[in-house]
Nanobody, 128 residues
Framework: VQLQASGGGLVQPGGSLRLSCAAS????????IGWFRQAPGKEREGVSC????????FHADFVKGRFTISRDTATNTVYLQMNSLKPEDTAVYYC??????????????????????WGQGTLVTVSS
């Protein structure tokens, strides 16, 4: 099982980025996928998740209306579209998946300690 996160970079406030999480070794549609972020000096926090099979999604309050998580089953990739970016969105963003099929992201964001496989992270910097 591998997850490859990409798409980070430097963007001005109000700008957009799309992060990608390419999954290999498993079928992304059969697993919940979550996006997390960790800013310098802060704890890792959940951002968004997409449930397996049903494409139900959840977002943290601080990104609602700005970020959208989606899945492309043809390419086994999950995306995080980030719009109206703010300086406080600056962080390393990680994607992750639980070990078990169909586990997680059922009624809201699943805690980080229930995810077993993590991508390497991609840095997003929002600055003018």
């Amino acid at each position: 099982v591998q997850l490859q996160a990409s798409g980070g970079g430097l963007v001005q406030p109000g700008g957009s980025l799309r992060l990608s999480c390419a999954a290999s070794g498993f079928t992304a549609n059969e697993h919940a996928i979550g996006w997390f972020r960790q800013a310098p000096g802060k704890e890792r926090e959940g951002v968004s998740c997409i449930r397996s099979a049903f494409d139900t999604t959840f977002h943290a309050d601080f990104v609602k209306g700005r970020f959208t998580i989606s899945r492309d089953t043809a390419t086994n990739t999950v995306y995080l579209q980030m719009n109206s970016l703010k300086p406080e969105d600056t962080a390393v963003y990680y994607c992750a998946t639980p070990r078990d099929q169909y586990y997680g992201c059922w009624r809201g964001l699943t805690p980080a300690n229930e995810y077993h496989y993590w991508g390497q992270g991609t840095l997003v910097t929002v600055s003018s």
